[in-house]
């Protein structure tokens, strides 16, 4: 089974995205196209007992891990208060 | 499209599309009344129950997508939407209470762990923030034109 | 088919600098203001619309306490602010107090949940050595913390009594030159225990508390000997009994001095829970301590047989903390555990400092675990994962690592930032912040992410549950009974010898 995803970058961190391949190593194969604006994913070789859902579960797994690290970022800079 | 009228005795009224289609809705926003931190911070609540997809669907606007991961119904799909609009007033007071108070909620916790006058080390990393952004600032865009940059005007 | 329209929103008006900082949740009708300092108010919605609007001006009712409390900035006293977080957190930097101590792995139970991995009782391999407890006083005594609890587990932590004797008389002495409050408690199951073993426990004001998870049939399907399917409720009742009646005869106060019980709420404790309380309460017992089952050790193996959800929890929790409130209108002293802990947060200036609900959360700078083996981690849970196959939360060697160095372990560090709910999406915003800690070794075992995702964290949905109960009925409190009654339950009176114990779930 094979599918496909586009992640904005404005709104995805593309950093995240790449971190998080490895755990999704075990039911698919990820390929990413970085373009200017858009993070094109590729999924093949996806394992069938997860496939209805994976991208779905991926794009969660994404934004979780995107606000995330915002939030970090923002505490930092301000030292702990939002 | 989001479309908002002006300020009604000082209270914004905006109207959020949306459109379902029996196994999702998405909610089209706009960032300049929903700024981005908002908007993460109401979608985030609903990962638990719901598939989140964020796109972008214009300059400033943004479409936020929900797939209930059970079954779904048109109008149980209607009153999501209607929860991720309310929450996203919340957000918004959220980001905007936060952004009013926060050199307040700096100076009270600079103060409860530090003895010692905290103004001028607020001022220090306000300082060095400056100096940081500027740093990465590669199109010099926030260097003024008098001292050089982008010429011209 | 597409169906489509349009949601109209109107935005409040917003004076946004007329605030002070603020979180905001909608409790029971009402808009629930709450602060970092702990303090907290409840507004009608219109009168929250009036506040955001800042027309809530001198000569509205609800005025003063809002700048008393630092919701309004107008008149706001930013230093008593600053003095009242400070006295709220004033646990920061103090270093670690719970010190828990693997005395031996070796069980003779089989409980159906056991977090602890057990071993059977002739691995002496996995007893600690006197060496090793000597190390363990010896780092416990370099943490900064003025108060020092040792708390002794297992396995059977008795069953290496010879360790936990050892480290009683070893840290008296060394105390001598340290000078710190050190107190000692013993987690058991009572099953070894003989009177000449109770009388040096008294005699040394080791603390106690033990396995009580209800009437004979509910403990004894929960908690069995190995090899059998009999259980040890008449041990443990006995043996509580046993020491009560020990302490009235020794003059002490028993509403001080009595053995605290812990129970575990599987699927069967929630079919009984009623039953449960009643026991607690004959027992002169004034704490129960509902506890939902963490995702650790051999429970996950069998959490299919005995497991619960947390929404199943939740609804046993409800019905168990009104029939609670209920005998406490009747005058039976029994509180709640886990809502005195968010009691103390909401109505009274201080924290408890509960190591598991605080931000960050108290793993390495509140609390350390020491291993059978001398193996240092920065809570039980870390050594539990650890148990399971999986070093990751090891710390380093007594002999070899300083508290110092394991305070500022880079495993420790990521623990905090992974608690800091300043920092964490949805609970940076939540009005329960002040009261809140999150549990990043429940969200690794979740889903080997320290940080998890906050909505589908059973913690999160725990800890909300609770807090969202007890502002409900305080909202509903119309003549003061109630708040009287959760008022007596922050009181902590600190024992002759020794101050208020200090455990976690």
């Known amino acids: ?82 | 499209m989001s479309d908002s009228s002006p300020e009604t005795e000082g209270a914004l009224v905006d109207e959020i599309r949306w459109v379902e289609d029996g196994t999702r809705v998405a909610l089209t926003l706009d960032e300049s009344i929903y700024p981005m931190d908002a908007i993460y911070g109401a979608a985030y609540l609903f990962v638990d129950r719901c598939y989140v997809f964020l796109s972008r669907e214009g300059d400033r606007m943004v479409e936020v997508r929900l797939k209930p991961k059970g079954e779904s119904s048109s109008a149980a799909l209607q009153a999501l939407a209607g929860e991720l609009a309310n929450e996203l007033l919340n957000q918004v007071l959220r980001v905007r209470i936060g952004d009013s108070t926060r050199k307040i909620r700096e100076y009270y916790m600079a103060r409860a762990f530090f003895s010692t006058s905290t103004q001028s080390s607020i001022d220090q990393l306000l300082a060095e923030l400056d100096q940081e952004e500027l740093a990465e600032d590669e199109l010099e865009i926030q260097v003024p034109w008098e001292t050089g940059g982008a010429g011209g005007g | ?505």
């Not at chain 3, 706001?76 to 010190?99: I, N, Q, S, Y």
Request: proline share 5%.
């Open chain 1, 1 to 82: 089974m094979e599918a496909e995803l586009a992640l904005h970058r404005s709104l995805y961190d593309a950093e995240a995205v790449r971190d998080l391949l490895p755990q999704y190593q075990g039911v698919a194969t990820i390929r990413v196209d970085e373009a200017e604006h858009e993070l094109r994913l590729s999924f093949t070789e996806i394992d069938p007992d997860v496939a209805p859902m994976l991208v779905d579960h991926f794009c969660n797994h994404v934004l979780v891990e995107t606000v995330t690290r915002r939030n970090q970022s923002l505490a930092t800079l301000s030292g702990g208060a939002r």
């Open chain 3, 1 to 505: 088919m597409i169906n489509s329209g349009t949601i109209r929103l109107e935005h409040p008006r917003l004076d946004a600098d007329a605030l002070g900082p603020f979180r905001f949740g909608r409790i029971a009708g009402k808009v629930l203001l709450t602060h970092d300092t702990g303090e907290w108010h409840f507004l009608s919605e219109e009168d929250f619309q009036a506040l955001l609007a800042g027309q809530l001006t001198i000569g509205h009712p609800e005025q003063p306490a809002l700048v008393a409390k630092g919701f309004l900035r107008e008149g706001m006293d930013a230093e008593a602010v600053a003095e009242r977080f400070r006295r709220k957190k004033r646990w920061l930097g103090m270093g670690p107090h719970l010190h828990v101590v693997i005395t031996t792995l070796r069980c003779n139970q089989a409980c159906k949940y056991c977090h602890a991995s057990r071993t059977d009782m002739d691995r002496v391999d996995t007893d600690m050595s006197l060496e090793t407890a000597r190390k363990v006083v010896d780092a416990a005594l370099q943490s900064p913390s003025p108060y020092i609890a040792f708390e002794y587990q297992g396995g059977e932590p008795t069953v290496n009594f010879d360790v936990i004797r050892f480290m009683v008389q070893y840290s008296r002495e060394k105390n001598r030159y340290e000078n710190k409050t050190v107190e000692h408690s013993l987690v058991t199951n009572m099953t070894t225990m003989t009177e000449e073993i109770g009388e040096w426990l008294l005699a040394n004001d080791v603390l106690l508390c033990t396995s009580l998870d209800g009437p004979k049939h509910v403990h004894d399907w929960n908690r069995p000997h190995t090899g059998s399917t009999s259980g040890t409720y008449d041990q443990v009742m006995h043996w509580i009994q046993w020491f009560n009646r020990r302490y009235v005869e020794m003059g002490r106060d028993p509403n001080l001095w009595h053995v605290d019980a812990l129970m575990t709420t599987t699927r069967k404790s929630v079919e009984n829970w009623k039953e449960i309380i009643d026991l607690y309460v004959s027992l002169g017992i004034r704490n129960i301590y509902l506890r939902p089952l963490n995702p650790f050790g051999f429970i996950t193996k069998t959490w299919k047989q005995v497991g619960n959800d947390m929404p199943e929890f939740m609804a046993f929790y409800e019905e168990a903390l009104d029939y609670i409130i209920e005998l406490n209108r009747q005058g039976v002293q029994i509180i709640e555990g886990n809502a005195a802990i968010f009691l103390k947060k909401m109505l009274t200036p201080d924290d408890p400092n509960f190591v598991d609900i605080r931000s960050p959360i108290g793993a390495g700078t509140g609390q350390i675990a020491y291993n059978y083996d001398g193996r240092i981690f920065p809570s039980d849970e870390g050594r539990m994962i650890d148990a399971m196959g999986n070093p990751m939360f090891e710390l380093g060697r007594l002999g070899e690592l300083s508290i110092g160095d394991a305070i500022r372990h880079p495993t420790v560090r990521s623990m905090a930032v992974a608690s800091l709910l300043d920092s964490l999406p949805q609970c940076s915003e939540c009005w329960n912040a002040p009261y809140c800690g999150v549990r990043p070794l429940h969200n690794y075992m979740q889903g080997k992410d320290l940080f998890g995702q906050r909505p589908n964290t059973p913690k999160c949905k725990q800890h909300m549950g609770i807090a969202r109960l007890l502002f409900e009925r305080l909202a509903a409190d119309s003549d003061g009974s109630l708040d009287r009654i959760f008022q007596r339950w922050t009181i902590q009176r600190p024992r002759e010898t020794a101050p208020g114990p200090a455990t976690n779930d």
